[in-house]
């Protein structure tokens, strides 16, 4: 595990960032959900900051490898700081409604279905097509269970899987492919 040091330092970074993030969702989620473009927007500033972790736990588990890292290492060092950080967005999606406020799952759903039947209703569409549409959101979606904690968690680290192949093979380097410095340099006369 003390070869994992880095990438488990930077996943607890993320994980608390996570569960930050995740509450401050919650102290403005009638603001959130009230919009589309709101709610798109914590998302694309959420996830920069989930990726700018990634990226600068996976540049220093490299440096403290002496600027050496395969693919493989670099793959799994990125992975353990997505799974910690999952593990805080899943902690937080679990715990705030139903343990810090249980009006929470009831509130959103209404908020997001008033936003979706708007959203809908500004597509022109039938009210047939509103209503079926509208039967798809149900209550039970937005009231977490142990096991939809799990799914999400499981959802969000085969997402983030993928991100961390694509952030593993920019920051991987191998011995070949670095440079020594030249003799001059490392031997001054």
């Known amino acids: 595990m003390e070869k994992f040091r880095i990438p488990i330092r930077y996943g607890v970074i993320g994980m608390l960032v996570s569960c930050i993030?995740?509450?401050i969702g919650y102290l403005f989620y009638?603001?959130?959900?009230?919009?589309?473009?709101?709610?798109?927007?914590?998302?694309?500033?959420?996830?920069?900051?989930?990726?700018f972790i990634l990226i600068w736990g996976g540049i220093n588990f490299r440096k403290d490898n002496n600027n050496v890292l395969?693919?493989?290492?670099?793959?799994?060092?990125?992975?353990i700081i997505s799974a910690l950080m999952m593990f805080g967005a899943s902690l937080m999606?679990?715990?705030?409604?139903?343990?810090?406020?249980?009006?929470?799952?009831?509130?959103?759903?209404?908020?997001?279905?008033?936003?979706?039947?708007?959203?809908?209703?500004?597509?022109?569409?039938?009210?047939?097509?509103?209503d079926k549409a509208m039967d798809r959101v149900k209550?039970?979606?937005f009231k977490p269970t142990p096991l939809k904690a799990l799914q999400g968690f499981g959802i969000g680290l085969a997402f983030y899987g993928v991100i961390s192949l694509i952030v593993a093979a920019f920051i991987k380097r191998n011995p070949d492919a670095v440079v020594p410095p030249p003799a001059d340099v490392v031997n001054p006369v």
């Open 139 to 141: 209550m039970e979606d």
């Open 70 to 79: 395969s693919f493989g290492n670099a793959f799994l060092g990125v992975f």
């Open 93 to 130: 999606n679990y715990v705030i409604p139903n343990f810090i406020d249980q009006q929470y799952s009831e509130d959103l759903y209404r908020i997001v279905n008033e936003t979706t039947r708007d959203r809908l209703e500004r597509m022109n569409l039938s009210e047939a097509e509103i």
């Open 21 to 23: 993030l995740g509450f």
């Open 30 to 51: 009638r603001q959130l959900f009230s919009s589309w473009g709101s709610q798109i927007t914590f998302g694309i500033i959420s996830f920069g900051i989930g990726l």
